[in-house]
């Protein structure tokens, strides 16, 4: 077993979708599902936003307290979880070399800003580079559209990649508000994307880069980022 592991989820700081003004933010439970896998396999994780501070959490992924998923929950209840949460640390702040991986959790709002973000950019091609493990689930994979790899290529460029599908887009109603479609942006970009049906768990490990398909891919993703970590299975 390595040395205590030490992973970076980079969150958004978009609270609304454009200027059409709808609210947004994190899908809470694309963060709280993969921090306590990590939480719970002995990591250490840092919170950090494109803005740092208050991550926005879209309203549409929180329920009343029993009502969410159980990591929802425990995240609720955690003083020091909820606490690194409302103190994000900005992407300025970050140097990618502390860390072994970098994983993006997704919710409507990555779609506004992380694809804005040229310091997101330089942080996960400079990791990449550095033979971290990038990983993003859902809408996190918006994230990856201007990293590159170290030959100067997209970074999803001839790799396998998954991420919230077009479909799933348009069944949730907002294909025509998002600023571009996910899936038809990584394929245009060279991805070998894959995807399941949707709605139901995918997610896929090329080397060390991991992409989820959706909410109900956010354990996977965050299993098989462990595994890229570790080289080896994870339970």
């Known amino acids: 077993m390595p040395t205590k592991l030490k992973i970076l989820m980079i969150l958004t700081s978009s609270a609304t979708m454009g200027e059409a003004g709808e609210p947004t ?6 963060l709280a599902t993969p921090y306590y896998t990590f939480i719970d396999a002995g ?14 959490i879209d309203p549409r992924s929180i329920k009343a307290k029993g009502e ?3 990591s ?7 003083g020091a979880a909820s606490q690194a949460l409302n103190e994000t640390a900005s992407l300025s702040a970050i140097d990618a070399i502390e860390y072994d991986a970098v994983f993006l959790p997704g919710g409507h709002g990555t779609m506004w800003d992380l694809p804005q973000s040229p310091e997101l950019a330089a942080l996960l091609t400079r990791a990449w580079a550095q033979g971290k493990v990038v990983a993003a689930v859902c809408h996190g ?5 201007n990293a590159q790899d170290e030959t100067g290529a997209p970074l999803v460029s001839d790799r396998r990649v998954t991420g919230f599908t077009d479909s799933e887009e348009r069944a949730v109603g907002l294909d025509a ?13 060279g991805g070998r994307y894959e995807n399941a049906a949707d709605f139901q768990p995918f997610a896929i490990a090329d080397g060390r880069l991991v ?15 462990l595994e890229a970590l570790y080289g080896e299975n994870v339970r």
Do not use: C, H, Y
Request: proline share 8%; glycine share 10%.
């Open 141 to 145: 994979p918006a994230g990856l559209v």
């Open 177 to 189: 508000a998002v600023p571009f479609l996910l899936e038809s942006r990584l394929r245009a970009l």
């Open 25 to 30: 933010g994190l899908w809470f439970e694309e």
């Open 43 to 56: 990591a250490s994780v840092t919170l950090a936003s494109i803005m740092g501070g208050p991550a926005p």
């Open 68 to 70: 969410n998923e159980a």
């Open 211 to 225: 992409t989820g398909q959706n909410p109900a891919s956010s354990a996977l993703t965050a299993k098989l980022t």
């Open 72 to 78: 929802v929950d425990r995240f609720l209840g955690d």
